[in-house]
């Protein structure tokens, strides 16, 4: 299924404190995206988060990485959304994702939101029919940890898991002109094969 990209979204947390948590992992991709196409993010207020933007094929893309805590991600997102009028199926979501392990990266249209209370947000205001790549970084019980998730999110990757997560978004980052595109069965099936 090919989508006319417009937008994607970088799901994580504001503040040096949380730069290195699992729940940035969005944040961390769209950052390595942004740096590869050698654009620069600039704060806009009305938006409530940081903007860049791409010109591919006639289509311009923007990239956004709300400002707001990753539990009211969609309040950021829904101004603008309906500022430009981008339809939930041209949106794609980056994010963590606890129930693949540290180093898979998924592919997916639709669903729930298995938890993840950014991903809730954003579906309050826009639905569920929207892109997404899951960045694996594994669940506290996989990882034979104690920590309770609402721990482990806001916790940083060991070193191993870390390079694991790295190798995952390096894989994505090969794909990055079939993601503007809007290529993702071509996107899923090299995903997979990694």
Same mark, same amino acid.
């Given at each position: 299924?090919?989508?006319? $990209? ?6 994580g947390?504001?503040g040096?404190e ?7 992992a969005?944040?961390? $991709?769209?950052d390595?995206?942004? *740096?590869?196409?050698k654009?620069?993010?600039?704060? @806009? ?10 010109y ?5 893309i ?9 539990n ?9 959304? &309906? ?11 980056l994010?963590? *994702?606890? @129930? $693949?392990?540290?180093g ?13 209370n ?22 506290p019980?996989s ?14 990757? &060991? ?6 997560? &790295?190798?995952?978004m ?7 002109? @079939?993601?503007l595109?809007g290529?993702?069965?071509?996107v899923?099936?090299? $995903?997979?094969?990694?």
């Amino acid at each position: 299924m090919k989508a006319a $990209l417009r937008l994607i979204v970088g799901l994580g947390n504001p503040g040096s404190e949380y730069l290195t948590t699992r729940h940035n992992a969005g944040f961390w $991709l769209l950052d390595i995206f942004s *740096e590869a196409l050698k654009t620069n993010f600039v704060y @806009d207020k009305y938006f409530d988060g940081l903007i860049s933007k791409v010109y591919r094929n006639s289509n311009n893309i923007i990239f956004f990485k709300p400002s707001t805590y990753m539990n009211n991600s969609g309040d950021a997102l829904y101004r603008l959304v &309906n500022f430009y009028k981008i339809n939930p199926e041209s949106i794609l979501v980056l994010h963590d *994702e606890l @129930d $693949l392990p540290p180093g898979d990266i998924r592919v997916k249209f639709n669903g729930g939101s298995a938890g993840h209370n950014g991903l809730r947000s954003i579906q309050k205001v826009i639905g569920s029919d929207f892109w997404r790549i899951r960045i694996g970084i594994g669940h506290p019980r996989s990882l034979s940890s104690k920590q309770l998730v609402s721990d482990f999110v806001l916790d940083s990757p &060991n070193s191993s898991e870390q390079r694991q997560i &790295n190798v995952a978004m390096d894989c994505c980052l090969n794909c990055i002109f @079939d993601i503007l595109d809007g290529n993702f069965e071509t996107v899923r099936n090299k $995903l997979k094969n990694t």
